[in-house]
């Protein structure tokens, strides 16, 4: 049976047939629907875990136990799961354990694109690196089988266009698999200097080992043309491009194992053609390892090393005839990102700019606090680095600036690395404010659960912590909690905690406007007659308010009866939900 999926979808459905037990993820887009897509099937225990080095170390332990596991998670989550990702390579494991990264070129929804193919050289681990959804299932199934054959961690390398494209895919029965057995390995699995120091030839060896499965696997193929002038060397998203392009006209060498790359199957690829060009996304990696071999290729001269590749771009630099390329010739208009109508960070963002409040944010939806008008935050790095950011910076320029700098961190990116960071100001002294704002869901990635909001990946009732008790327990003795619909009670918390001289919590508590169970009000109407069009309700940026015939004027589809907007304005112009 064949099923259009979508790249996310089709990997789990590899994990599924491949007989995965167990996968522990943390929710980062491009990768979040890969463990959503996985949770439907019954036969695969699913969970978020608070990061991804807490997913990674699970998937471990399933691993450890003989069963089959994965963790998945965006490019720059795998910073977070680097250390047990460098000394699994010693360890190897027991059950297959696969490792699925999301890089993002072009950053749709990333603070930087770097290139995941780097973590794979660096801690001597194999990657798989599908070109569509097809791939992306069987590739995963694949990653699996060299992970036993091989004893190492795979990793499983996608972007935004594969995650997200979609193509047919053929569905099969899933393998039954039964748990291997566990044996006490002191030696293999305790990292101690001594029994790591053995671990790393095992390491070297089974580097030499894939570079010669690498020649020969199905997953590096060789699509031979006619004509000998050109020779294209690619892999991933790129080779789909290459293909709308040329078809059949030009030799592809199209590399699915881009860790190691092989080296005979490259060099003879190479010969047989008169010029030879790499065609990679981001860094240079296979066109360095061609360079290493003493071939003469072109590849970042030609191309650029950064953002995301297209069938235009690649058409343009090689000399194609671009307008087969090009979907439309209508202008689309730009729809830069905002926060929603009703957003509860609205409220608390305009208090913050209102009183010049130095603002160290964080990573989530209320990033989404540093466009105008808000114009609220003054730093974003990356998940957690508000609170240790925050500190830092209070450190460095003393008392007056504790009282008038706070950081802003989600509930979600809390848990994730917030916590250490608290547990750090209360530890070394700063009488910093930091301001958790508590949606009651992991909004930005599309409304995933997280250990605060008392459900599980299932939606099953779970453990639902308590930021008031975690936060005292961590060392804060002040910890306030606020409505951000409320913009007084919400202003006067925030100057009486940053003047406060010990550090302290604000909790900013409303649900997220877009959550299912959350009953919103009537929209707002605005009286016209008593307008005086100083536009100061606009000064919250909400996509529900415009100017029209020079008043104001509210969009009752999008309006959901907040009333953040209506305490702004001086001339009662705005009512109509009591």
């Known amino acids: 049976m064949k099923k259009l999926m979508l790249g996310n979808e089709a990997t789990a459905r590899g994990f599924y047939e491949a007989g995965c037990k167990v996968v522990s993820s943390y929710p980062g887009t491009p990768s979040t629907e890969i463990t959503e897509y996985a949770a439907k099937y019954d036969e695969i225990y699913c969970e978020w875990a608070p990061n991804e080095k807490v997913a990674l170390e699970v998937a471990f332990g399933a691993s450890l136990a003989g069963a089959r596991a994965a963790a998945c998670m965006k490019h720059v989550g795998l910073n977070v799961a680097a250390d047990p990702l460098f000394t699994l390579s010693y360890t190897g494991i027991n059950g297959g354990l696969v490792v699925c990264v999301a890089d993002d070129p072009g950053m749709h929804s990333s603070q930087n694109e770097q290139d995941s193919r780097h973590y794979a050289i660096a801690a001597k681990l194999p990657m798989l690196e599908p070109s569509d959804s097809r791939e992306a299932k069987e590739f995963a199934k694949a990653a699996f089988e060299i992970s036993e054959k091989f004893d190492t961690p795979t990793l499983f390398r996608t972007c935004t266009r594969i995650a997200h494209s979609q193509c047919s895919v053929e569905l099969a029965e899933p393998e039954v698999k039964e748990l291997k057995t566990y044996e006490k390995s002191p030696k293999k699995y305790i990292m101690a ?66 860790n190691p790359l092989p080296e005979k199957l490259i060099t003879d690829f190479a010969a047989a053609h008169e010029r030879v060009v790499v065609i990679e996304e981001l860094d240079p990696v296979i066109e360095n390892h061609c360079k290493a071999l003493g071939l003469k290729v072109d590849g970042k001269n030609i191309f650029p090393i950064c953002g995301e590749f297209s069938q235009s771009l690649i058409a343009r630099v090689m000399g194609k005839e671009e307008k087969a390329f090009t979907a439309s010739d209508d202008v689309i208009p730009v729809r830069p990102p905002v926060m929603c109508a009703g957003c509860p960070h609205r409220g608390l963002f305009y208090v913050l700019a209102k009183k010049k409040i130095t603002v160290l944010g964080d990573i989530g939806c209320y990033t989404l606090g540093m466009a105008p008008p808000l114009s609220a935050i003054d730093s974003v790095l990356c998940m957690g680095a508000s609170v240790s950011g925050t500190h830092g910076f209070n450190k460095a320029r003393g008392a007056e600036s504790e009282k008038k700098t706070v950081a802003v961190i989600g509930d979600s990116t809390f848990m994730h690395s917030g916590m250490t960071g608290l547990a750090n100001i209360a530890y070394n002294g700063t009488n910093s404010t930091v301001i958790i704002v508590d949606n009651s869901i992991t909004g930005m990635t599309g409304h995933q659960q997280n250990p605060t909001t008392g459900y599980n990946i299932k939606g099953d009732p779970a453990t639902k912590i308590d930021l008031e008790a975690l936060c005292r327990a961590l060392g804060i003795k002040r910890v306030r909690v606020v409505d951000p619909y409320d913009l007084k009670s919400t202003e006067a918390v925030i100057m009486e905690e940053i003047a406060a001289e010990e550090p302290s919590v604000i909790i900013s508590r409303r649900p997220c406007a877009l959550l ?12 016209t007659d008593k307008c005086r069009s100083c536009k100061a309700c606009m000064r919250i940026g909400c996509p529900a308010i415009s100017m029209k015939d020079g008043k104001a004027y509210i969009d009752a589809t999008q309006c959901v009866g907040c009333n953040v907007c209506k305490q702004l304005c001086a001339f009662d112009a705005i009512g109509g939900n009591e």
């Open 193 to 258: 200097p001594a029994n790591a120091i053995g671990r790393h030839p095992v390491v070297e060896e089974r580097t030499r080992a894939l570079i010669d499965f690498a020649e020969t696997t199905a997953l590096n193929r060789a699509e031979y043309a006619k004509d000998s002038s050109l020779g294209i060397i690619t892999s991933g998203t790129s080779y789909q491009y290459v293909k709308e392009i040329y078809g059949d006209s030009v030799s592809v060498l199209k590399l699915g194992l881009v």
């Open 516 to 527: 299912k169970y959350v009953k919103h009000s009537p929209a707002l109407v605005v009286d």
